[in-house]
């Protein structure tokens, strides 16, 4: 009787974990993109690079980069009704290649949702080695208690890719916030720029500006501390800001653009009695865009 018992029960265990397993599988709903509309697209400019795919009306997936800023894995659920709780994405082979293709692994998972939109600040590299490859990506979009299975597929995205990296080849290296004001620190009594930091910045800056075409002016405003006399100050300024001016031209900048003041120990950051005064020996340089461009 005992045994008997025993089994009814290992029975009804299994039924449950089976009814269980199917009650799961079939929460899930997956569809797989047409391999007609499995085409990978790129956008360009001087200021953004994006390679993206959308499936249907149900989501999109994009690789985003934007000057200064490391790339970006995109995920977009365009559909209203519900919100996102969490979603992965995997790579999988085609399911036309060959049993001896293995694409490069990936994994990206995050419950970090803002407006149905995901950005995952993962290193993509692999990402493009698997579209490169011909490979497919699974968006695994969770609901809470269901989830949607999207297969992005893939059918000649070669020079889709190779336009999203020529796009990062002439991306500009500065973005608006690291182009529209910067300051260069000098040493006591020194008139040139030194640095090699600064000089690259400056080379940068010249190549944004040539990028931006809403740019119309650049400021450059000298300063010292208070060292030396009021009139020996102002000429100091005025070296200091012309060497970066001259610099500027060197680097490509038409001359028309520039704009030079020298204010000398006029208006300093902090009162040069105190620690932190070598902050008013420093040149500024400030952008003015035409914003009705």
């Known amino acids: 009787m005992g045994n008997i018992f025993l ?14 397993i199917n009650k799961v ?35 999109k997936l994009e690789i985003v980069s ?14 209203s009704d519900k919100k996102i709780t969490d979603i992965q994405i995997l790579s999988r082979k085609a399911d036309w290649q060959s049993s001896r293709v293995s694409p490069p692994q990936l994994n990206f998972f995050s419950a970090d949702i803002n407006n ?27 609901f809470g208690d269901e989830q949607v299975r999207l297969t992005f597929t893939n059918t000649n995205s070669n020079l889709a ?42 080379k940068d800056l010249v190549r944004y500006i040539s ?8 400021m450059i405003d000298g300063h010292t501390d208070n060292v030396g006399s009021p009139l020996a100050n102002r000429l100091l300024s005025k070296e200091r800001a012309d060497d970066i001016a001259s610099r500027l031209v060197e680097f490509g900048l038409p001359k028309n653009m520039l704009e030079v003041r020298a204010h000398g120990q006029r208006y300093p950051v902090v009162e040069n009695s105190k620690v932190g005064r070598e902050s008013n020996r420093r040149v500024l340089i400030r952008l003015f865009r035409d914003t009705t461009k």
Do not use: M
Request: hydrophobic share 45%.
């Open 116 to 142: 149905n939109t995901v950005t995952f600040d993962a290193n993509v590299s692999t990402l493009l080695r698997v579209i490169k490859q011909g490979g497919w990506l699974d968006s695994v979009i969770g």
């Open 211 to 218: 990028l931006d075409t809403k740019v119309t002016k650049v």
């Open 25 to 59: 599988t079939a929460a899930e709903q997956s569809f797989i993109q047409n391999y007609e509309q499995g085409f990978w697209s790129a956008k360009e400019t001087s200021f953004f690079c994006s390679l993206e795919q959308t499936f249907d009306s149900y989501a």
């Open 66 to 79: 934007v000057p200064a800023e490391p790339q970006k894995l995109v995920f977009n659920w365009l559909l």
């Open 7 to 20: 089994k009814v029960r290992v029975f009804t265990f299994f039924c449950i974990v089976i009814f269980t």
């Open 161 to 202: 890719i190779d336009q999203y990296q020529h796009c990062l080849t002439d991306l500009s290296p500065l973005s608006w916030q690291q182009a529209r004001d910067y300051e260069i620190y000098f040493e006591t009594g020194k008139r040139i720029v030194e640095k090699v930091a600064d000089l690259a910045f400056l």
